[in-house]
Nanobody
């Protein structure tokens, strides 16, 4: 119903920048919010940033001031600009799309893109 494809991950030095992209397709008209999550080995998946249908945003404390989430409606794409990267940002980053329904919610996930911050 909803397909998400992430891109833009890679290896970067501490203090460097990366821009992640998430292209959405399928039944996306009723998606209420999209976000980026990350998961490092041995740790739980955690929310990094979110953007709602009306354009409001939210960030985890650990990335505030360094990461920016944005969207390009014409291309059905969400971006995550990551600046001043730290080794602790190393993780697999996953794009999420959420549809709120009467009795709950539907969540859709991409396959993930690896971000490694190391010198």
């Amino acid at each position: 119903q909803v397909q998400l494809v992430e891109s833009g991950g890679g290896l970067v030095q501490p203090g460097g920048s990366l821009r992640l992209s998430c292209a959405a397709s399928g039944s996306i008209a009723t998606i209420n919010a999209m976000g980026w999550y990350r998961q490092a080995p041995g740790k739980q998946r955690e929310l990094v940033a979110i953007i709602t249908k009306d354009g409001s945003t939210g960030y985890a404390d650990s990335v505030k001031g360094r990461f920016t989430i944005s969207r390009d409606n014409a291309k059905n794409t969400v971006h995550l600009q990551m600046n001043s990267l730290k080794p602790e940002d190393t993780a697999a980053y996953y794009c999420n799309a959420r549809r709120i329904i009467v009795l709950g919610q539907n969540d859709y996930w991409g396959q993930g893109t690896q971000v490694t911050v190391s010198s």
